[in-house]
């Protein structure tokens, strides 16, 4: 079993930045390829920025230039720096980890961006 554990998410003004961070325990890997989702009131729920395992990065096209993903030597955490955030933004912010043929959700964390 895989748990993720997210953190960062809070009420920011629009331009403002803030830094999730998804911490990993659990049966995980170096090969695991991992990343950020979320999903705003209404709607889909749909990627925001993906990291593989070699460390290609591949990010939203809403979100390109603004955010970035990156993770930590170890590759348990991983993060997301979110800059000139806006009020779309808004919306619960999910890690994914895929660890073999399985992938596992953290539970999410709230980000609000008031305009």
């Known amino acids: 079993q895989v748990q993720l554990v997210e953190s960062g998410g809070g009420l920011v003004q629009s331009g403002g930045s803030l830094r999730l961070s998804c911490a990993a325990s659990?049966?995980?890997?170096?090969?695991?390829?991992m990343g950020w989702y979320r999903q705003a009131p209404g709607k889909d729920r749909e990627l925001v920025a993906f990291?593989?395992?070699?460390?290609?990065?591949n990010y939203g096209d809403s979100v390109k230039g603004r955010f970035t993903i990156s993770r930590d030597n170890a590759k348990t955490q991983l993060y997301l720096q979110m800059n000139s955030l806006k009020p779309e933004d808004t919306a619960v912010y999910y890690c994914?980890?895929?660890?073999?043929?399985?992938?596992?959700w953290g539970r999410g964390t709230q980000v609000t961006v008031s305009s």
């Open positions: 994914r980890r895929f660890v073999g043929l399985k992938n596992y």
């Open positions: 659990g049966s995980i890997s170096s090969f695991d390829a």
């Open positions: 990291i593989n395992s070699g460390g290609s990065v």
